[in-house]
């Protein structure tokens, strides 16, 4: 199955939601400083489990870095 994944096409071998694909490309789940779009719609973390990434879906990770 295709997805693009930040801009780049991933293949990943069957649909799976958000927690799944968020742990395939070694991002660990925060409450906190952790986004996830899909399409450009942003998902509320509380439909992580339930939203199933599908072929030719676009997704965007986006993880917040403190630092000073």
Partial sequence: MRI???GE???IEKPVNIL?????????FRPV???VAVNEDIIPK?????????????VE???LVGGG
């Fill in 46 to 58: 509380a439909k992580y489990q339930e939203i199933i990434i599908q072929e030719g879906d676009s």
């Fill in 4 to 6: 693009k994944v930040n």
């Fill in 61 to 63: 990770i986006i993880e």
């Fill in 20 to 28: 799944e694909l968020i742990e395939i490309f070694g991002v660990k």
């Fill in 33 to 35: 400083g952790l986004a």
């Fill in 9 to 11: 096409i991933c293949e």
